[in-house]
Structure formats: C-alpha cells, structure tokens
C-alpha cells in the first residue's frame, strides 16, 4: 500500500518523515518496491500523471513564499511610508481633531502620496514577479526516470513517490529517494549538514537506526548532488514532504542582503537621519522666530513629507525588473533581481577554457603509441572503456565513439559484456571499466589524465610485448605526451590489464599493476569569437582569467590565441605549495591557471576576491559546483549539468562571451539608473535643507505652505517615474560600478548647496524684484519659490543624468523627456493661471518670466560648470 504523506506540511509532518525514512532503509529492495506500490521499470505514464495530481508538483515552498499578499504588504510598508504615515496621523490629530475648522487637503495629500508610491511599486513589483517567474521557466533541471520499462527525461517538477530515478555525476537528487542500486556513488550532502566531504552511498538495507538521518547509508536526499558514480534508486518524498522540505521551512528567511541593497539602505538611512534633524530645527526655527508654533509644527511636517523619498523603493524595483527582461532579450537569464547589479559590479570573470573558449566540439585526432606511431589498437581500447562506462558521457566520450565509428570499430563491440565500472571522479581524473569476452577472457581498461595513469602503471607494451615500465620508457612516454601536448592536443593515457580477479565488485583499489598502452590526442579548437570577445570584455574593464583542470600545453595554447596571456602561468601543483598570502599575490599577476582541481579554483576565487575584486565564474561541469558558489555572481548555461545550473546566479542560453558583454554592459546600465535616483535625490534634500532654514531665519512668513510643498513633492516624484527607462551613457559601462556611499555623500555636499544657492537668489528676487515683502505678499512669494523649486529640480534631472552635455552629446530616453517636460509645464500652467489660488498661492505676473528664466538657466550652467569641475577633480559622476 503506498503510505506518502499527500502534501505534506512540513512544519507538522517532519518527526514523521524521519521516522518513515529511517523505516524504509531497513527494508529490503522488493519490500521497498512494494511500500511504494511501485517496480524496477517504474510507474506507468498513467499512475505517474495520478500522482502528480494527489501529490502536487515537486517543489519546495514555504510560509514565506513570494505571493501577491507578500507583495503589496512590502510596497505599502518601507521605512519611506512609514515616515508619511507617522506625519499623516500627526496631521490628522493637528488639523481634523484639534482644529477649529477640520482642513483635510493635507491629510488627504499625504495619503494620496503613500497610496501613489505603494501602487506603483506593487505594479511594479507584479511586473517583476511575473517577469522572474517567466526567466525562471526559460531554465529547467532535468532527472531520468524509468516510466514503464522505458527511460525518459522529465522535467523535476514532474518527479512523484514511485518514480525509479537514474543518477550520475553531476546529477541532483530530485527528491528524497532509497538507493536500489549503486556503483561507487559518492554525494554531496554540504547543503543539509555543512560537510564538504562527499560520502559514500550502497544499495543494501541500512539496520542502523541510531546514526543521524543524513547518515543512513542506503538514503539520498533532495538538496545533494552525485559527485561521481551512478545510481538507481526509489523516490520516496518530493517538495515539502522531504527532509529538505523541512529544513527549507524552518529555516526560510531573508537572504543576506548584497553590497548593493546594503548601500541602498545606507542611503535611505542617511535621508531619513537628514528628516529628522531637520524637522525638528525648522520647527524651533519657525516656532521661536514667527511665534505661531501650531504653523511651525505644520510647516515641519510639511518639510519631513518633502524630505522622505517615497519613490526609491518604486524605481528600485522598476529598474531591476526592467533589466532583468533587458538582459533576457539578450540570452542572459538572471535567476535573482539582485544579482543584476552585482553582474555590472564584476571586475574579473574566471572561466574554463572548453565551450567557452574553444569550440566544444572535441575531435580525436591522433591515436598512438608509446612512440608516437599511430596504432589503431589505442583507439579500440578507448572506444571499449568509453562505451560500456554508465557514466556521464562527456566530449571526450563522444569523440573517442564517433571517430570509432568511422573507423568501423563499433561492430566490435558486440564480443564484450560489462561485467563492472570504476566511475570518473576528480580526485583521480580516470576510470576503468571491467570487460568479458566471448571466452570469459575478463580486462580491465583505463583512461584518464596522462599523470595519474602513468602513476598506476607499472609496465608499458611495446611492439606487442608487455615490459616493465622502466625510468628509460617512462622518459620516452612522457617524451611523445610532452610533445603533442605542445602541439596544442588534449592528451589522456589509455591502460589496462588482462589479470583480473574473477568477482563481481571492482574498487579503486584495483587500478595497479597496470599496462600503458598508449594515447590519444584532441583537438578543441578556439572559437573565432573568442578574441573579440575577450578583447570587448577587457574593453569594458573585466579582465578575464582562465581556471581550467586541462594540460598546460594544451590551456597555453589556446590562451595564446584567444588573447589571454599565459606567460606565468601556474599550475595545480604550484597552487598547491603556495600559501595565502603567496596565492593572494600571484593571482593579481597570472591569468591562466592550468590543471586545477575544483577545491584550487575555489582557492583562487576567494583569493581574487580578498584582494577586493568583485569576481564573476563561468562554467557548467560538476567540478565548477565549487567555485560558482564561491564567486560574487555564479554564470552557467543553459545546457550544464544541474548542479552547477542550481549553483549559479545567472545562466546563459548561449554559451558565448559576447553573450556575457551585453550583460555586463545591461547590469551597469541598471545600476547607473538607480544611482542617478539616488545622487539626485540625496542632493536635492540636501540643499532643501539650507534653503529652508535660511528662509526661516530671514523670513516674516513660511517660504511655502505645507499644501504648497506636498504638492510639489508630488510632482517632482512624478517627474522621476521615466528614470527607470532612461539611456546611460556608453562611457559610463566601460567599467564595473561598485557601490560606494562616500561617492555620494561627496557628491550630496557639493551639488546640494549649489541648489540652496540659487533657492537664495530666487528668494532675493521675490523679495527685492516682485515686491513680495510683508505677509499680504506671502502668497506671491510662495508662488514663486513653487515654480522655481519644481521646474529646477525637474530641469537639473537632465544635467546630472549624464557626465557629458545634456541634450547635445547626450539625450534622454523617451519616457523621462515625457516624464520631466509635462511636469514642467504643469507647475508653469498652474502658477500662471487661476489654479494657484487652489494652492493658497496669488497667480504669478508675467514680468516674473524673465527672472525665472534667468534663474533657472543660470543655474543650469553653473551645474554643468560644476560638474565640469566635479569631474576634472574626482574623476567620476554618476
């Protein structure tokens, strides 16, 4: 009877899990078959498709998952709202409770406020969900399950309780599942206990109840991955009724946030600890000078709503989707809005050489012996060894059968039986397989790296005769290895032996005493792209650093071709012998790295980056799962094995680094909108604050009303809404943007009181010019400083967007041109018509034209003179 526990919750269902997995691994294999009411071939279609619907799909989530709820809760509550809200109950209390006549248009403003920037964020933010999920759907991890007595290829997601699944190097374990068969299967299990060692899986029922869960030796689980070996074995749980279903729920939280949202939340901080300085000095300003401190308190408010930028979290979230589906357009998936900015951040990419610099179509060229004559009985044994392997079946397989196959080879094959295998891993970079004849005759074949099978052999054939392997012959192989590998081929030593013990179970162990026969050479030829690419990339100020575990003949010569220099290269070995501080310095120097293992291209990731670089890696094999999760920002493709798929943070549907550059050139984009947000917004607070404490010190009467700046506050934040879409100069991609707050506190105090200044000037004007001296004239004077603070701070947008000459040398997106010009002429249609008398304001006489004209392009040609000066000195912008 099949006993899975129907969409199980994990929170309730966790202790039972465990005691049902730690029953199950002391059944027997055909008793386990039956508990799932299952067999070897697997279920039928039918019985699959029934289950999926009792059971549901299998994935994992949790209480915290990402639904509509979630979202427009997060867009209503940022600490930005939270301020508004705060000053909107004040102003309830003030001028609905407490007043004479209950006014509710500031109210009313504020509110509309909150609910403009929650709204748009949460549209936004369904955007951008769907967006994800829709990138997210483009990148599927696949799982081999036997359906009635037939192999096929599902998707995960299809995976039910009952499904036969067959596992190999690279694969992930798609659920909870009970190993029905194994050959030297080692898993990786550092997501569910934070080992890094693999450890070793068996099929035979595990009677040892008293280890921990993760222990049992015949029970695999969701979240690890196969390292080397194949497998059969029985799903048992999938989604939250596995054990790390449960896990995922109890441990389900925020991520760490990354330098960019840290830097984003140092701003808001700073704006926010800037809003409550000065509301309070305004309020003692106003309070002492005007003797009205029922105003004060309404003006500071006023002045705390002005000063709170309500729409960061809402272009935030525009930008990040936007160029997420940009880079989509692009082949560039990214699996986390976050990594976007991260990607445009990277300063060096590390990559492997196969597919990525080369063509990734292995050919065998040269078949040979010990020396160096072509010999067609090194090509069998290759074939043999790569044909009855179970194992993952990588280029270099494929090569050696279909120049097999040419040379008619392949019919031999049907005179041997696999009796068992010794599966590749990348400690000992070979594997064996163990072969009968027609007449029982049994051999064992190897292949694999030239050192580690000389290192097993202990004599070598030549001429058709079996010798020992002496230091003159030793000399000899290594003399033909050496110098074809110089030629630029891929060499891998080919063995075997015919004294093989009459058992049924092969280990490591037996891989001695072995007979070097010969080898076989590859050519992975560099792509034509590959030069152009690295060179646009380098362009762009990514230096590009090959990790590779090939020979250094082999990666030398193709790094010397596609322009990475590998003069210094250093080697596994020599990585190896260095220590931190050595390491630390030689990566600053070397650009090729040959023969490394995965735990030394981990090393020199987290070497990079110690010495502060941010460093992107490029790869899609098993051995690229360390390094992926080690870098700054994961890269894989499409077509890697899942593993490294699961491990990276952006996949690639093309294996290309061209395709690389246009998203690395779309991440620095995205950031360089949100950073102009930002500086703009950080400025002009900044400047605000002096303007306004000068005006309450000199005037008789508030500079604006708290009706007058609510509105002006809403205008300017309408204004902004064409940021997310606008062009970024081509300059300003040349190189990676990390995120730096004292760029913009540097930038804040140099620009903000260029504004205050000209506030200052407009006040003079009003004053001296327009006549707008005594309180009968307040409302004029407000109506001017109205004007010149909304269409300033809408016409400055364009001169800080770029680093170059706006309009002339740089223009603007479509939208933020729309955006800022009916904003402008809004403010102007208002003050120059009756409808500033809504807004408590007189309507401005046309003789002010021409001094507001004045003003503002004054202004903004002092702000391109200082910026001219700003870049000159700090050699930045944006």
């Known amino acids: 009877m099949f006993k899975n526990n129907k969409k199980t919750t994990p929170a309730k269902s966790s202790a039972g899990n465990e005691a049902r997995l730690r029953a199950i691994a002391q059944l027997l294999d055909a008793q386990a078959l039956d508990e799932f009411s299952t067999s070897v071939a697997g279920l039928s279609a039918e019985a699959a498709e029934e289950r ?44 609905v409770l407490l007043a004479a006549k209950a006014d509710y248009i500031t109210f009313s403003i504020i509110l509309a406020l909150v609910l403009l920037s929650s709204l748009v964020a949460f549209v936004q933010s369904q955007r951008s969900n769907a967006a994800a999920a829709q990138l997210a759907g483009m990148i599927t991890n696949k799982a081999d399950v036997w359906r009635g007595g037939v192999l096929v290829e599902t998707t995960m997601e299809q995976i039910v309780p009952g499904d036969i699944v067959k596992l190999s190097a690279g694969d992930m374990l798609p659920a909870d599942v009970r190993f029905l068969s194994t050959k030297d299967l080692f898993v990786a299990q550092a997501a569910l206990t934070g080992e890094s060692a693999p450890v070793e899986k068996f099929a035979e029922p595990d009677a040892q109840s008293g280890n921990a869960l993760t222990d049992l030796r015949n029970i695999g689980f969701m979240g690890s991955n196969v390292i080397s070996g194949s497998a059969t074995a029985l799903a048992l749980a999938t989604g939250n009724a596995t054990y790390f279903g449960s896990m995922a729920h109890s441990l389900s939280g925020d991520r760490a946030k990354n330098s960019f949202e840290r830097g984003v939340d140092s701003v808001s901080r700073l704006l926010i600890r800037m809003m409550l300085v000065m509301v309070p000095v305004v309020f003692l300003i106003n309070g002492v000078a005007k003797h009205d401190w029922f105003e004060a308190l309404l003006f500071s408010i006023s002045i705390a709503v002005g000063l709170t930028p309500e729409m960061l979290p809402v272009i935030m979230t525009s930008t990040l989707a936007k160029g997420a589906v940009a880079m989509s357009r692009r082949k560039v998936i990214v699996k986390t809005l976050g990594a976007i900015q991260t990607f445009g951040e990277m300063d060096i990419l590390c990559t492997d050489k196969t597919g990525t610099l080369t063509e990734d179509k292995i050919v065998l060229e040269k078949y040979m012996n010990i020396h160096g004559e072509d010999d067609v009985r090194i090509l069998r044994h290759a074939c043999l060894n790569s044909y009855f392997q179970t194992g993952l079946k990588n280029l270099i397989d494929l090569a050696v059968l279909n120049r097999a196959e040419q040379s008619g080879l392949m019919e031999s094959l049907s005179a041997y039986t696999r009796v068992d295998e010794i599966p590749f891993d990348f400690t000992r970079r070979r594997m064996s397989v163990v072969l009968q004849d027609a007449n029982g005759k049994r051999q064992l074949i190897t292949k694999g790296a030239v050192e580690e099978i000389m290192a097993i052999c202990a004599h070598a054939e030549l001429g058709g005769q079996v010798t020992p392997l002496t230091d003159a012959i030793r000399r000899e192989a290594m003399a033909t290895y050496e110098t074809h590998n110089a030629d630029g081929l891929r060499m891998i030593a080919v063995a075997q032996k015919n004294e093989v013990p009459d058992c049924g179970a092969f280990s490591v162990a037996d891989e001695t005493d072995m007979v070097l026969i010969g080898f076989v050479g590859f050519l992975d030829p560099p792509k034509e792209s590959a030069k152009a690419a690295i060179t646009a990339l380098q362009d762009h100020g990514v230096r590009v650093i090959v990790l590779t575990g090939d020979s250094e003949g082999v990666a030398a010569k193709v790094c010397a ?102 998203g690395i050139i779309e991440g620095r984009r995205t950031f360089g909108n949100i950073i102009k947000y930002i500086k703009m917004t950080a400025s002009g607070n900044f400047g605000n604050m002096f303007s306004i404490i000068a005006a309450s010190i000199f005037l008789p009467f508030l500079p604006m009303l708290p009706v007058q700046i609510l509105a002006q506050n809403l205008l300017c934040d309408f204004s902004q809404l064409g940021i997310p879409f606008d062009s970024v100069d081509k300059e300003y991609t040349l190189r990676a943007r990390k995120w730096e707050t004292r760029s913009i506190r540097r930038f804040m105090l140099v620009m903000g009181p260029v504004s205050s200044l000209f506030d200052i ?19 004029l004077f407000q109506c001017g400083w109205f004007v010149f603070g909304t269409v300033s701070q809408v016409l400055v947008i364009h001169m800080i967007r770029t680093a170059k000459m706006p309009f002339l040398q740089s223009r603007p997106s479509l939208p933020l041109l729309c955006s800022t010009a009916v904003i402008a002429a809004l403010a102007l249609a208002v003050v120059f018509s009756s409808l500033a008398t809504g807004f408590d304001m007189s309507t401005l006489p046309v003789a002010f034209v021409p001094w507001l004209a004045g003003l503002l392009g004054a202004y903004l040609i002092i702000v391109q003179l200082v910026k001219k000066i700003y870049i000159k000195h700090y050699t930045e912008w944006m």
């Open 52 to 95: 999926l619907d009792d059971y549901g799909p299998n994935t994992i989530t949790t209480d915290k998952r990402n639904t509509v709820w979630r979202r427009l809760r997060e867009a209503v509550i940022n600490p930005f709202n939270l301020v508004l809200l705060a000053v909107a109950a004040i102003t309830w209390v003030t001028d």
């Open 561 to 662: 071709k596609v322009g990475v220099m590998p003069e210094g290269m250093l080697t596994g070995r020599d990585v190896e012998g260095m220590d931190d501080e050595t390491l630390l310095q030689a990566t600053e120097s070397c650009d090729l790295f040959a023969k490394l293992s995965p735990a030394q291209k981990e090393r020199v990731v987290k070497a990079l980056q110690s010495n502060g670089h941010t460093v992107g890696y490029m790869g899609d094999g098993i051995n690229d799962a360390p390094p992926l999760h080690a870098a700054d920002v994961g890269i894989s493709v499409d077509s890697a094995v899942d593993i490294a798929k699961e491990t990276a943070d952006i996949i690639l549907l093309k294996k290309d680094l061209m395709v690389l550059e246009d």
């Open 761 to 779: 000037l407009c006040f003079a004007v009003l004053w001296w010019v327009m006549g707008a001296k005594g309180v009968e004239a307040a409302p």
